[in-house]
């Protein structure tokens, strides 16, 4: 009898962020142009649109009996919690979603496994259980300090809902610029709206635009909230409305910023270009100021479907601890009584008496300095959640390296094996029932274009991803997985214009392969590639 040699074990499926469940029993499916898509509504019309524009084929769809590469999309509740799904790939494809957005992560599941090679395009097989780890799956995207019009914000939705990410932050109003439009207030988009960073345009969305964003992330299963950074970063408010704010206050930082980086101070009634921040805040102690929130904040919340208005809280430094509670104990109570959860920056857990079930946003190190720790366990103590966004990890807009040419470095150098290395409960060391999830920031000081936000982007927000949806203890939540599955994603980027960094720490693809390993040399793309 001659011994059998062992076979190596296979690869996992090149996955993000990686399921609960996956195996690979080897081989493929081929992906014809005869193949058929069987399923009804809008996920159907999603599959359709999205394999035309990874393969070119124009996939019909059928009331018929399933036949040998077809795809199949259902509905059942039984087969996972919310957003979960299952997908097998065998003679056929079969996707069953929970509820439509689990049909919907399942659809972005099986895209993942197309690949072309010399006999065309193909799918890997695979069997596959899901469901998200966290609830709440975020990217900010700062459109206050240079602003992004609706289709950009679109592509940018469609970039980001493809990871399973299901909320959309939108940072509307800063120092540098106010983006929505209030019919209450008009001003603020007619003389505060015209202003970015480094004295770049501005822009603002009218209410149809806004709409047009919430309706196109809910297309993609995405949850948008708006912010309205209060009472601090609010000089453009200035511009429009100078009886609602202070005049400036300076501090050392923003003193030695300043000069360090050759920026204007924020001076009063004029628009503020520099980067500086803690200068700026609304007058906390005349009642004009909460009749001006009441609308900002109503309007908003009748544009806005989701659960949740957030209202800032962070860097107020020029506000005394009193007035600043006070501020923000009435504004996150006016936020409940407007049919809204107040989300809040770590800084608004110092006031004692803040709205019951204020979710705090916690962006401090992931060793907490100061009282940062304290202040976002007070949320929790006040019935209240906590989505993680610790800076020096998950802050997208921070530099891969100290010589990347865009990006900041005041929280850290943020490569791609730091953004994956850590852990949501870690930081506070609370339950992770406490936790409401995860978001990555995307500030815009030094981001202009929807390129620049691709490098920024791309290749963290996929490792992001996978620490808000993956479970802890996959065998496969380790860098040396993470690693080897995203660099199969370079092809299927490229196609798709997404232009992102080419990081030397991933073993990037240059090609679709058919389960052979990735190349082991990096791929320089692009106009920052070294």
Same mark, same amino acid.
């Given at each position: 009898m001659t011994a059998q040699t062992p076979q190596p074990p296979r690869p996992p499926l090149p996955l993000v962020p990686f399921p609960v469940f996956a195996e690979a029993p080897g081989g493929r499916m081929p992906l014809r142009e005869t193949a058929r898509l069987h399923g009804d509504g809008p996920a159907l019309a999603d599959l359709h649109d999205a394999i035309l524009r990874r393969t070119g084929l124009a996939l019909p769809s059928t009331r018929g009996a399933v036949e040998q590469g077809d795809i199949v999309l259902r509905l059942d509740p039984s087969v996972a919690t919310a957003e979960g799904y299952t997908l097998t790939v065998d003679d056929h494809a079969e996707i069953i979603g929970a509820d439509a957005a689990g049909l919907f992560y399942g659809i972005q599941t099986l895209l993942q496994l197309v690949q072309q090679d010399d006999e065309g395009w193909s799918l890997r097989r695979a069997v596959v259980s899901d469901a998200p780890r966290f609830g709440y799956r975020g990217v900010m995207l700062d459109v206050a300090r240079h602003f992004f019009g609706v289709a950009d914000v679109q592509a940018f939705i469609d970039r980001v809902s493809a990871l399973k990410f299901n909320h959309l932050h939108l940072h509307l109003s800063d120092d540098q610029g106010w983006r929505m439009h209030i019919d209450a207030w008009p001003l603020l988009t007619t003389r505060a709206s015209g202003s970015s960073a480094n004295g770049d345009p501005g822009g603002f969305y009218t209410k149809d635009d806004y709409r047009a964003i919430v309706a196109y992330a809910a297309s993609k299963h995405m949850v948008v909230v708006p912010e309205i950074d209060l009472p601090g970063h609010t000089h453009a408010i200035g511009l429009a409305y100078p009886e609602l704010v202070e005049a400036p206050v300076m501090n050392d930082t923003l003193l030695a910023e300043a000069a360090d980086l050759g920026q204007p101070l924020?001076?009063?009634?004029?628009?503020?270009?520099?980067?500086?921040?803690?200068?700026?805040?609304?007058?906390?102690?005349?009642?004009?100021?909460?009749?001006?929130?009441?609308?900002?904040?109503?309007?908003?919340?009748?544009?806005?479907?989701?659960?949740?208005?957030?209202?800032?809280?962070?860097?107020?430094?020029?506000?005394?601890?009193?007035?600043?509670?006070?501020?923000?104990?009435?504004?996150?109570?006016?936020?409940?009584?407007?049919?809204?959860?107040?989300?809040?920056?770590?800084?608004?857990?110092?006031?004692?008496?803040?709205?019951?079930?204020?979710?705090?946003?916690?962006?401090?190190?992931?060793?907490? !300095?100061? #009282?940062? /720790? =304290?202040? $976002?366990?007070?949320?929790? %103590?006040?019935?209240?959640?906590?989505?993680? @966004?610790?800076?020096?990890?998950?802050?997208?807009?921070?530099?891969?390296?100290?010589?990347?040419?865009?990006?900041?470095?005041?929280?850290?150098?943020?490569?791609?094996?730091?953004?994956?290395?850590?852990?949501?409960?870690?930081?506070?060391?609370?339950?992770?029932?406490?936790?409401?999830?995860?978001?990555?920031?995307?500030?815009?000081?030094?981001?202009?274009?929807?390129?620049?936000?691709?490098?920024?982007?791309?290749?963290? !927000?996929? #490792?992001? /991803? =996978?620490? $808000?949806?993956?479970?802890? %203890?996959?065998?496969?939540?380790?860098?040396? @997985?993470?690693?080897?599955?995203?660099?199969?994603?370079?092809?299927?980027?490229?196609?798709?214009?997404?232009?992102?960094?080419?990081?030397?720490?991933?073993?990037?693809?240059?090609?679709?392969?058919?389960?052979?390993?990735?190349?082991?040399?990096?791929?320089?793309?692009?106009?920052?590639?070294?």
């Open positions: 924020p001076v009063a009634g004029e628009p503020y270009t520099g980067w500086g921040v803690g200068h700026s805040s609304v007058r906390i102690r005349e009642e004009s100021t909460y009749r001006f929130v009441r609308d900002v904040l109503t309007e908003l919340a009748e544009l806005t479907p989701g659960p949740y208005l957030h209202i800032g809280g962070d860097e107020a430094l020029g506000t005394t601890p009193a007035d600043f509670a006070s501020f923000v104990e009435r504004v996150s109570a006016l936020t409940v009584e407007i049919g809204k959860t107040p989300v809040a920056w770590h800084e608004v857990g110092a006031a004692p008496g803040i709205a019951e079930g204020t979710v705090g946003q916690y962006w401090g190190n992931t060793t907490p !300095a100061g #009282a940062h /720790a =304290e202040e $976002a366990r007070h949320f929790i %103590e006040r019935g209240g959640t906590l989505i993680m @966004s610790a800076s020096n990890v998950a802050y997208l807009d921070m530099k891969y390296t100290p010589d990347f040419p865009l990006g900041a470095t005041w929280a850290a150098i943020i490569d791609v094996r730091t953004a994956y290395e850590w852990e949501p409960t870690a930081v506070l060391d609370v339950p992770e029932r406490d936790i409401l999830g995860v978001e990555t920031p995307l500030w815009t000081e030094t981001l202009r274009t929807l390129a620049d936000l691709d490098l920024l982007l791309f290749p963290r !927000a996929a #490792a992001q /991803a =996978e620490i $808000a949806w993956s479970p802890r %203890e996959s065998p496969e939540r380790t860098w040396g @997985s993470f690693r080897a599955r995203v660099a199969r994603f370079a092809p299927a980027w490229r196609h798709a214009g997404i232009g992102f960094h080419p990081s030397p720490e991933i073993p990037w693809a240059e090609a679709d392969a058919a389960g052979t390993p990735a190349s082991p040399r990096s791929v320089a793309r692009g106009p920052h590639a070294r």
